[in-house]
């Protein structure tokens, strides 16, 4: 008996922007319509190679936006291959998006850590709450990052909270700020997860109104659920596995 082989959707890269030698932010315009939820992912491949990207854009928006760090080879696979890629270009698309990190709005306040890439569920979170006219809650976005030229959506959540200080706090925080590469920044420095109890006293942020939503680097989370978890803060983590 010959098995039937699954012929996934395909989607076409309509823009790529390079952020630095490692990062960059892609739009895809997939054949079949998406349906998810923010803070959830998709399944991209090339070469019959797939991996899980979580989508920054927000469900209205009419492509599917993902943040990328290349892998290089020979633990990356399928970031290699996305760095050959170019406008116009396809991949494979699985037709379901999933994932359960995603906005619990029974909480008030939300406390939302990332490093680097973590922060896209966060951006589409954030863009689908301000285009729904939602109101009533509070966000606290701290991300960190080793440099200061991988904050690719510092401006947008910046100016998230400027127009509207009641409900966004956005705060990015760098690791090495002794390095050339920061020789520029004049903002906050430690990890992310290093600050965040500073900022939970700072900003008044008690376990019965305050949901913690961890992304990014798995050892960040750990951190994050030694430190916060004994507190009594409930903690949400979704981990981006470098490879």
């Known amino acids: 008996m010959v098995q039937k082989q699954l012929v996934l959707p395909k989607a076409t890269m309509m823009e790529r922007r390079d952020i630095t030698h490692d990062l960059m932010v892609i739009k895809l315009k997939p054949e079949t319509d998406m349906d998810f939820k923010p803070g ?16 920054v854009s927000a469900p209205h928006e009419p492509e599917l ?8 080879e020979p633990d990356g696979v399928l970031t290699p291959l996305m760095w050959a890629m170019r406008e116009g ?4 698309i699985r037709p379901r998006c999933k994932g359960i990190f995603t906005l619990d709005e029974k909480y008030h306040s939300h406390l ?6 973590g922060v896209a569920p966060f951006v589409s979170m954030l863009r689908s709450y301000f285009h729904r006219g939602a109101q009533g809650h509070r966000f606290y976005v701290l991300e960190g990052a080793s440099f200061y030229d991988e904050f690719v959506y510092d ?6 909270g400027r127009e509207h200080p009641e409900t966004v706090f956005f705060l990015p925080t760098v690791s090495r700020p002794q390095e050339e590469r920061n020789k ?3 903002g906050e420095t430690g ?8 900022y939970i006293e700072k900003l008044g942020l008690q376990p019965e109104t305050t949901l ?3 992304c990014g680097h798995p050892g960040m989370i750990e951190d994050v659920k030694e430190r916060l978890k004994p507190k009594g803060f409930n903690v949400k983590e979704e981990r981006f596995w470098k490879e």
């Not at 270009?89 to 494979?92: H, K």
């Not at 939302?112 to 890439?117: I, N, P, Q, R, Y």
């Open 191 to 198: 990890r992310v997860n290093q600050i965040a109890e500073k």
């Open 112 to 117: 939302m850590l990332a490093t680097v890439t």
């Open 212 to 214: 913690v939503y961890a």
């Open 40 to 55: 959830q992912y998709c399944t991209l491949g090339l070469d019959g190679v797939e991996r899980a990207y979580s989508i």
């Open 155 to 160: 401006q947008e959540l910046g100016e998230m």
């Open 65 to 72: 936006e993902i943040f990328v760090e290349l892998v290089p």
């Open 89 to 92: 270009d396809q991949m494979s």
């Open 184 to 186: 520029d920044w004049e």
